[in-house]
């Protein structure tokens, strides 16, 4: 181990992460970074194929953000915005982000993160319906496997199962349907017909419970973390359907499908549906800077802002320089035509290379929207089938072959997944397809090898 990993072990507790495992091994240490490549400390660069954790969309080294930033650290390196007061770039920013935003939302409650924001929805929707004489209108549906962030309320609304062991979660209210895993669930069915019965479990749930204690619906548009689940088309106009009929709030949790992932500005856009909220983070400062959101609706704006106080709020609360970031983030989002760019651009020439690699003989599926994608390995491309190990193994081998070749690809199980920035280039998209391909070879051997095949 370097000096940098003995220290990283010695002290520092990361994320997600089996801790004593790591620090076997160490960390791998990033130094810098430029444009879509990030280089380890031992000289290494490294083609960054998820911007970061979901964030970077615009790229690294963007000397606009930085200047934008050590600005408003000389003017106003600080103040809330707590007791009737406010500041020249917080401002500035809700008007531009509800400006971007489906015509529905014109205001924005600013948080340190998506997980805070996911926070304050479940409290201001509660708040939302016991404000107008419902306070029994207390359940959120979410769904399996969703990732909605690591605070307690953001972790029960996720869905994954080995979270909720931990910490006697989810907390009471929060109850979790079927996702609209095609790949995975679907069987035989068609994809626009099973993506309607995934959709028609919200009713039934909503049937069970009872419709006046049902508060809202959330889930993000394509699931990131859990797998980059794309939905059917069938799928989200049907939520939007179900939770209209029944006047439940339609949430959609855009911190990874927000500012220009799936070629609109919003996930919600793309699928054609208007949610009554929408959460925002990472995209919004390009993780230059801590910063997320919420994005409310008129309806929800109405009931909110005139039933006295809502008794929430964080001390970074429209932080004056997350703001500036988040500006200058969407300066260059919007001069670089960036969500078009992915649209009509990047978008297509990527998925069209990335959706050949199901023609690898260890691929079962490859699907992309925009620019976020996912493969499914398996031994078995005609059934489906998973791999004579645990679950997971083949993927982080996988992992594993790609970091050293020089791509960040992320595993979930036997998932890999990418998100690359959306600013990459075409001869940077032959790199990733180059480097996933030479990855994919050397797993099948490994995996082959090791006996995990059937
Ligand atoms: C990352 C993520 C979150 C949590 O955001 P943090 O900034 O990590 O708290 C919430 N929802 C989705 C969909 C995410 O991908």
Redesign the pocket.
């Known amino acids: 181990m370097t000096h940098y990993q003995a220290q990283d072990a010695a002290h520092h507790i990361h994320p997600f992460t089996d801790t004593a495992h790591l620090n076997q091994k160490g960390a791998r240490v990033i130094t810098h970074a430029e444009g879509v490549y990030i280089y380890d400390s031992k000289g290494n660069r490294i083609l960054d194929g998820m911007a970061g954790?979901?964030?970077v969309g615009v790229g690294y080294g963007r000397e606009a953000i930085v200047q934008a930033v050590s600005a408003q650290m000389r003017e106003l390196p600080y103040y809330n915005t707590f007791f009737q007061t406010s500041h020249p770039p917080v401002i500035e920013l809700a008007a531009r982000l509800t400006s971007l935003a489906p015509e529905q939302m014109n205001h924005v409650f600013f948080t340190?993160?998506?997980?805070?924001?996911?926070d304050t929805i479940l409290r201001m929707v509660r708040h939302f319906w016991a404000a107008q004489g419902q306070p029994e209108r207390q359940v959120i549906i979410s769904r399996k496997n969703?990732?909605?962030?690591?605070?307690v309320a953001?972790a029960s609304l996720?869905g994954f199962s080995v979270v909720h062991e931990q910490g006697g979660l989810p907390i009471p209210g929060i109850v979790h349907i079927n996702q609209p895993y095609w790949y995975g669930d679907g069987g035989d069915l068609d994809p626009n017909e099973f993506g309607l019965q995934r959709a028609r479990e919200l009713e039934s749930k909503i049937l069970e419970l009872g419709a006046d204690k049902v508060a809202a619906f959330i889930g993000?548009p394509i699931?990131?973390?859990g797998g980059v689940v794309i939905p059917p088309l069938t799928y989200w106009p049907e939520i939007e359907r179900i939770c209209r009929k029944y006047d439940i709030l339609l949430i959609t949790?855009?911190?990874?499908?927000g500012f220009g992932r799936t070629g609109e500005w919003f996930g919600a856009d793309y699928f054609g549906i208007k949610p009554d909220l929408m959460?925002i983070?990472?995209g919004l400062t390009a993780g230059y800077i801590?910063m997320?959101g919420v994005l409310v609706s008129d309806r929800v704006f109405d009931v909110i802002a005139n039933h006295g106080e809502f008794y929430h709020g964080y001390t970074y609360s429209g932080h004056p320089v997350a703001c500036a970031a988040a500006l200058a983030t969407l300066n260059i989002l919007e001069s670089e035509n960036l969500p078009q760019r992915v649209k009509s651009d990047i978008g297509p020439y990527l998925q069209e290379r990335w959706l050949k690699l199901a023609e690898h003989p260890l691929v079962g599926e490859a699907r992309m929207l925009g620019l976020v994608g996912g493969i499914e390995l398996t031994p078995n491309k005609t059934k489906r089938a998973p791999f004579k190990v645990e679950k997971g193994t083949v993927g982080l081998i996988c992992r594993e072959h790609s970091f050293n070749n020089g791509l960040v690809m992320r595993h979930v199980g036997d998932t890999m997944i990418i998100s690359p920035p959306l600013v990459i280039s075409h001869s940077e998209v032959d790199e990733l397809i180059e480097k996933a391909t030479l990855t994919l070879d050397q797993t099948y051997a490994q995996a082959k090898d090791q006996g995990f095949f059937s």
């Open positions: 954790l979901w964030c340190g993160s998506g997980s805070d924001a996911n969703a990732y909605h962030g690591s605070t953001g996720g993000e699931q990131g973390a949790d855009e911190v990874i499908t959460t983070a990472k801590p997320g």
